[in-house]
């Protein structure tokens, strides 16, 4: 008998995102492809992780996180979200926002249940259903507003669904949902009885006055929706692997029973660090985010309109979607690797965030850097100016 890998994971492929960091490395280039933060690390954030170390929390933890920061979680869940939860039972701390999803979907999906996603996507969602033997079902959203159209969402569903995915605000997109789509989305989600998993890690960068609603704060939507965030993005600490979710206590036991099994738990004194963060930054800090952030939007999306690469101005997340017509290429990945190319910036074509080809070709642009290497990526994206 031949060895062989699983045919569960012949199903899953590696993310563009991934592979286009890689080239950009290879060529020594500007990384505007993936999501990583490279602005500064809070220092009580840092001063916590290292003050646990210091006195000796390096060892497991209770599966479902250290009492401290699940006790900041729902400090944090009740005043920014709006949504009451039990420290004790109701929130399960894991390794990233994606593990928490991973442990969702492990625990209340079937091998063949239908999950609706909405495109473009995000693509480590889709490759964890697949991991689950789960079938990913489409609703593409609208250019180039990226507006939901309820009826399609409708009839997507069939006997097999079991949940929906709402990622908001939306990467790749920038798309904040509307209290009006919300509201739509639950009514469908109650009707079906279906289960709707929130990823909402960007819950803190929005512009233009835009407002974050958590789909669990929807009337009759409690007891369905696994909210599911972290502080991977807002505290520039990417690598430090903290997500959590928060649901009612009848799932989120067997989720935290599946995020032992995984993961034992995250790193003990970064969780620390990540509490001591929560507790003592205000209002102030947040509201700097945005402020920061907004600016650097404003340049790129200036760029990128004046070089004839037509913007999808985000209202949220940290993430640009930019009409590339006019380039070169037959597909969005050719037109990605002329701009690697010709500036040396890297970006992630649309075809990693879309099950079939769009009508136009977008490529998407990160500007989660630091002031001189964004400046210096917007200086050379400008010789793409016909």
């Known amino acids: 008998m031949a060895l062989n890998i699983s045919k569960r994971a012949e199903r899953v492929v590696q993310a563009e995102i991934r592979s286009m960091s890689i080239e950009c490395e290879r060529v020594g280039g500007i990384n505007l492809a993936q999501g990583v933060c490279d602005t500064e690390v809070p220092l009580q954030v840092r001063a916590g992780a290292k ?27 009740f ?33 063949g249940d239908e999950v609706i996603i909405f495109e473009p996507f995000y693509g480590y969602h889709i490759n964890t259903l697949l991991a689950v033997e789960a079938v990913p079902k489409y609703v593409r959203m609208q250019v180039p507003e990226w507006n939901l159209n309820i009826a399609d969402l409708e009839r997507t569903i069939t006997s097999k669904t079991k949940a929906i995915v709402i990622n908001t605000p939306v990467n790749p997109t ?35 006055g835009k407002k974050h609603i958590s789909p669990a704060t929807i009337p009759g939507m409690w007891e369905r ?36 099994l995984v993961y034992v738990c995250a790193p003990a004194p970064l969780q620390a660090g990540v509490a001591k963060g929560m ?16 600016v650097k939007r404003e340049k790129l999306c200036n760029v990128l309109t004046d070089i004839g690469l037509t913007p999808s101005v985000p209202q949220g997340a940290y993430y640009v979607m930019a009409d590339v017509s006019q380039l070169p290429g037959k597909s969005s990945k050719d037109k990605a690797m002329y701009i690697l190319s010709k500036t040396g910036v890297a970006t992630v074509p649309d075809e990693a965030f879309l099950s079939t080809p769009s009508d136009i070709p977008f490529v998407r642009f990160c500007y989660a850097k630091k002031e001189n290497e964004l400046n210096e990526a917007c200086s050379r994206l400008k010789t793409l100016k016909k």
């Open 79 to 111: 005043q920014y979200n709006g949504i009451t939860a039990d420290p004790e039972t109701d929130i399960v701390v894991s390794s990233g926002s994606t593990g928490s999803f991973y442990c969702t979907c492990l625990a209340l999906l079937n091998p």
């Open 174 to 208: 920038g798309k904040v949902f509307t209290e009006l789509e919300l509201r739509a989305i639950s009514e469908i989600a109650i009707k079906h009885d279906l289960f709707v998993f929130t990823d909402e890690i960007y819950e803190y960068f929005l512009y233009d």
């Open 225 to 260: 929706t696994i909210t599911i965030s972290g502080l991977s993005k807002t505290f520039s600490i990417t690598g430090w692997r903290i997500g959590y979710s928060v649901c009612h206590k009848k799932w989120s036991q067997m989720i935290g029973y599946l995020n032992d």
């Open 51 to 77: 003050k646990a170390m210091d006195e000796g929390l390096n060892g497991y933890t209770r599966y479902d996180g250290i009492a401290v920061l699940r006790e900041a979680i729902a400090k944090k869940m």
């Open 279 to 294: 507790l003592e930054l205000g209002p102030d800090y947040y509201n700097g985010l945005c402020k920061e952030y907004a």
